[in-house]
């Protein structure tokens, strides 16, 4: 059975994501439409493409992936669809592509060129692409190679010309409050090689050590556990990026990394490694 995921920024208190599945099963009344959520901020593209990124690797290949975020066409703002390695993204030409595809070398992009300039929504051609694709059609059938899509500079973490020092950036902030950055555990380990010593920084909170999972700082060892609660750390999570996170967070009650340290989108998370 084929497989069409969503992803937009929607909500859930319009009509707009019914109508959409609508669409899709008056085509295909057998698919299996998977949500990935439709609660992204508005027009966050970088907030998208993390969650899309680490949702879409559980599933199978040729499963089809709509994002419906930022897609409003114009021809600026042109629809594509892509192969991602084994699997089929369909959306806008807006740079989202670029942190799909970072470390990634095995893609195509294709411009949509079945485009009905009088619908008053985009979203209809995205869903007349998936469905195309989730049957077994062709890229090249409903669009021509893009050559050179978009690409949003924030996604890729910097490194300085001594390469010391590795620049990244706030990317997401999750449900706990906990902060993620653009920095990868394989980008990271490629800089620091043979380096043992670094020290983390986030405005003016510093690392030295990057814990392997949250409850790593909790000593069960010891006949009297001290809690360790609300105590701040660095971890690579289960995506692979590295995190800055509050131990057992609620942002509810005590808080999470992006409100107690103070951290938010775009900020600077920095490591300076010791040659």
């Given at each position: 059975m084929a497989i069409?995921?969503?992803?937009?920024?929607?909500g859930l208190k319009d009509f707009h994501v019914a109508a959409m599945k609508g669409a899709i099963?008056?085509?295909?009344p057998n698919?299996?439409?998977?949500?990935?959520?439709h609660q992204i901020s508005p027009f966050n593209l970088i907030e998208t493409a993390y969650i899309v990124r680490n949702a879409i690797k559980s599933f199978p290949k040729n499963t089809v992936n709509i994002i419906s975020v930022d897609v409003e066409y114009s021809r600026h703002n042109k629809l594509i669809v892509a192969r991602i390695e084994n699997q089929y993204f369909v959306s806008a030409d807006n740079g989202?592509?670029?942190f799909l595809t970072y470390e990634i070398s095995d893609?195509?992009?294709?411009?949509?060129?079945?485009?009905?300039?009088?619908?008053?929504?985009?979203n209809s051609t995205l869903v007349r692409a998936a469905c195309h694709l989730a049957r077994g059609g062709k890229m090249e059938v409903i669009g021509k190679v893009l050559p050179n899509p978009k690409e949003l500079k924030v996604m890729a973490p910097m490194l300085s010309d001594d390469g010391n020092k590795l620049i990244g950036s706030v990317v997401y902030i999750d449900n706990y409050g906990n902060v993620v950055t653009n920095i990868t555990r394989n980008y990271f380990n490629t800089v620091k090689g043979n380096n043992t010593n670094f020290e983390i920084t986030a405005r003016n909170h510093k690392w030295n050590s990057i814990q392997n999972k949250y409850n790593d700082i909790e000593n069960f060892d010891s006949e009297v556990r001290e809690t360790k609660d609300g105590?701040?750390?660095?971890?690579?999570?289960?995506?692979?990026?590295?995190?800055?996170?509050?131990?057992?967070?609620?942002?509810?009650t005590v808080g999470g990394a992006s409100t107690l340290l103070g951290l938010k989108y775009h900020d600077s998370v920095t490591i300076n490694f010791s040659k």
């Open positions: 069409i995921t969503l992803t937009s920024d929607l099963l008056s085509e295909l698919v299996n439409i998977i949500d990935v959520s989202i592509l670029s893609y195509t992009v294709y411009e949509i060129t079945i485009i009905d300039e009088n619908e008053a929504c985009s105590k701040k750390l660095v971890l690579f999570n289960s995506a692979g990026f590295l995190e800055v996170a509050i131990y057992r967070s609620n942002l509810k």
